[in-house]
């Protein structure tokens, strides 16, 4: 948490691997990623961390379905093209576009797209999500329906979830918040665990 150009995209940013430590190093699943070579970094970031941004992020020219699908065939060692194709079906019936599969980002409201993108951030199973201001561009019936399927698929698929966010609303839900003011940690609360999410109701 924190207030904007508080250092909590930056902080994201170097979590992933995606920008260098000035100095220190940053160890991402056990793997120092500061001096990695960028193919072998892609490899591990691919592999091991899936995104959730504030602009969704999704690539115009391809479908709901062929958007959630790409960074597994983008990953060599994922398993077979029927495998990846049920399981991005199974991602995005999950998430309340079974009837939207087929449909191109311009197609799309915002909170469906956030939809597409949250299915695509866990098609890989990683182990640790990184979410940027995921509900930032969204209205506040959207921004809910977005956070209940982020922390119901967080908890069905037991990953590691990074929320980055200015809303108290939304940091509520974590069981541990820290807060950055102008680059700094001020502050480290790990809370009691929390109850089980429930699946959200969603339109399928």
């Known amino acids: 948490m924190g207030a904007s150009g508080s250092g909590k995209s930056t902080l ?25 070579a960028e193919d072998r970094l892609a490899q591990l970031r ?3 961390i899936g995104f959730v941004f504030q602009s ?19 990953n060599d060692d994922s398993g077979g093209q029927k495998a990846g194709l049920e399981r991005a079906r199974e991602l995005l019936v999950s998430v309340g576009l079974s009837a939207r599969m087929d449909h191109y980002p311009v197609q799309l409201s915002g909170g469906e797209q956030q939809r597409v993108a949250l299915a695509r951030a866990f098609i890989l ?22 956070l209940e399927l982020l922390l119901h698929l967080n908890h069905v698929e037991g990953t590691t979830l990074v929320l980055v966010t200015h809303d108290p ?13 102008d680059g700094l940690v ?8 929390a109850p089980p999410v429930s699946a959200p109701s969603v339109g399928l």
Do not use: C
Not at 171 to 176: E, I, L, V
Not at 186 to 193: E, G, Y
């Open 12 to 36: 994201l940013g170097l979590l992933a691997g995606l920008d260098d430590p000035t100095s220190g190093t940053v160890a991402l699943n056990g793997t120092v990623i500061s001096n990695l």
């Open 46 to 48: 691919g592999r091991t």
């Open 56 to 74: 969704y992020q999704l690539i115009p020219t391809l479908t709901a379905l062929e958007n959630v699908l790409l960074p597994y065939e983008l």
């Open 125 to 146: 199973r990683p182990p640790i999500v990184l979410a940027d201001e995921p509900t930032g561009n969204l209205d506040t019936v959207n921004g809910e329906h977005i």
């Open 169 to 181: 609303a939304l940091a509520a839900h974590a069981r541990r918040v820290i807060t950055l003011r």
């Open 186 to 193: 001020v502050s480290d609360v790990v809370k009691a665990a």
